[in-house]
């Protein structure tokens, strides 16, 4: 096979990239060429995304690709979920997108379930209920800005957004739209009945196209800019988590993922959505993969938690692998914390946040740095445990390893406690999965490979998994009968 090259944009809410992908018989090698942050702006007392940066690094990186001799075949996309933008009449963007954590969806979903129950809206769209999705954003838009709304012509997720930047073209993808909890994966459309309770028109919507479709070249003004030629625009699974775990090297069914990031996203792939009362009543999503797959999964506050303390920190610059490295300072499950409660969301100072829980769940104040970083860390890995044993409930089929990946899967402690808590055989990377799956989507859709099976099998024999094995059952065992007692305390 004659050596092929793709180029993924993996935007992510802490960072983006341009990584140029190379196929060359069956085997595949990744590089980064640029990376750039992303963070949110506060404009007027509300997160954002500046867009138009965000754009501008990507041509940029774009450039540096053609600028080093590359010559790749086509382009692909993929961003953090739910996040969207309104284009005008004119084709002109209607403001900055708001960002997820922004503070105008703060009792939103009840708000909606006074027009809509939440027991209707699992039952239409299969989405577990979080505050930032796009139906409660979409709901405190018109409730605070209509006449913003009503400026809108067009609706577009965050990948939409620069795919119509790069070609004109405007459509959704599937794994992207069903993160949204606007999209009935029965019935395979935008869900009428529920624009209908919002009082937002449907035909805002564009349509809904499958992952690995070809948009179309890069428009004449972008390509000319930085003398790109001929490429094309694929529209990649453009969930950067539909990416990630369709570059997943497994075999068989009977594994769980962690997608481990700033989110922690764990599930398995399923063939049918799993829409039930035990699927609400645990509060698990169904969002699209490729191929038509599903993931069934958690979404669990992952790594933001460090991110923050981290950044709390400050001037006290730590890299993450010092952070990681101060574990042996600290006691063993001295202090555990539910990493999904709500108060972590977006606070102001995340290790006074943990503080307070600790405090109010009558257990020891973090003392030190690395105190807080083994209590992140082994609640992390304790709250994975627990997942598991629910989508063992939820699937009813066997889990016999987990795959983690994703720039968690760098995070050796995590991955060893992750082992340790849940008695499973780990298997960590590949690291740069969601640009890997990106870049292999694109050979999809170019033919130059021809199933996920053997986009799969070209990954495996690419990137090799650092296993981890169990250990200190008991120990973990009994830690997670006191997780369990802790996070069902009430908390108010």
């Given amino acids: 096979m004659e050596s ?25 090698s990744v590089q980064e060429v640029s990376r750039f942050p992303n963070e949110m702006v506060l404009t007027e007392g509300h997160l954002h995304w500046d867009i138009h940066r965000l754009f501008r690094e990507m041509k940029e990186g774009l450039a540096r ?7 790749p075949r086509s382009v692909g996309v993929d961003t ?10 004119h084709g002109s963007f209607v403001g900055l997108p708001y960002a997820y954590r922004d503070h105008r969806t703060d009792g939103a979903m009840e708000e909606v379930f006074g027009k809509i129950s939440r027991e209707r809206v699992y039952e239409l769209t299969g989405i577990q209920f979080m505050q930032l999705n796009t139906l409660f954003q979409l709901f405190a838009a018109r409730r605070d800005e209509p006449a913003v709304l009503e400026q809108a012509r067009k609706f577009l997720f965050m990948p939409d957004i620069f795919n119509y930047f790069l070609t004109g073209e405007t459509a959704t993808e599937f794994t992207f739209a069903t993160t949204s909890q606007l999209y009935n994966p029965r019935t395979g459309q935008w869900e009428q009945e529920l624009f209908l309770a919002l009082e937002v028109p449907i035909a805002l919507m564009q349509k809904i196209i499958p992952s690995g479709t070809v948009l179309g070249p890069l428009s004449k003004t972008v390509s000319e800019e930085a003398s790109l030629g001929d490429l094309v625009v694929v529209s990649v699974a453009s969930h950067d988590t539909g990416s990630a775990i369709a570059a997943i090297p497994a075999e068989s069914d009977d594994w769980a993922y962690i997608s481990s990031g700033t989110w922690s996203l764990m599930g398995v792939e399923t063939k049918q959505p799993i829409i039930s009362e035990s699927a609400l009543h ?10 038509g797959t599903f993931r069934f999964l958690k979404n669990i506050m992952g790594l933001w938690l460090l991110q923050q303390c981290r950044k709390a920190w400050l001037p006290r610059q730590y890299s993450y692998s010092e952070l990681t490295e101060m574990i042996s300072q600290a006691a063993a499950f001295r202090s555990l914390l539910d990493p999904d409660y709500p108060a972590y969301f977006n606070p102001p100072d995340m290790p006074a946040a943990i503080r307070e829980f600790c405090r109010i769940t009558s257990q020891p104040v973090p003392d030190s740095h690395a105190d807080y970083i083994r209590c992140i860390l082994e609640s992390l890995a304790l709250k994975y445990r627990l997942v598991l044993d629910q989508l063992r409930t939820l699937h009813h089929r066997p889990i016999n390893r987990i795959h983690i990946i ?20 780990v298997l960590a990377g590949p690291i740069e999965a969601t640009a890997i799956g990106n ?18 099998q070209i990954i495996g024999q690419s990137f090799q998994p650092v296993v981890y094995q169990p250990r200190n059952g008991e120990l973990w065992e009994s830690a ?3 997780f369990k007692a802790i996070i069902q305390t009430k908390v108010n």
């Avoid at 092929?4 to 595949?28: I, M, N, P, Y």
């Fill in 4 to 28: 092929q090259t793709f180029v993924a944009f993996d935007l992510g809410a802490e960072s983006g990239r341009t990584v140029a992908g190379t196929l060359t018989e069956s085997k595949l």
């Fill in 65 to 71: 690709c053609i600028m080093s001799g590359m010559r």
């Fill in 80 to 89: 953090w979920g739910v996040d969207y933008g309104l284009l005008d009449q």
């Fill in 282 to 291: 645990f509060n698990y999503t169904n969002e699209g993969g490729v191929g």
């Fill in 406 to 425: 994703g720039g968690g899967a760098q995070n050796k402690v995590l991955c060893q406690f992750t082992a340790d808590a849940t008695g499973l055989p």
């Fill in 439 to 456: 870049v292999m989507m694109q050979a999809l859709a170019l033919r130059v490979v021809g199933s996920l099976s053997e986009m799969r």
């Fill in 480 to 482: 997670f009968d006191h």
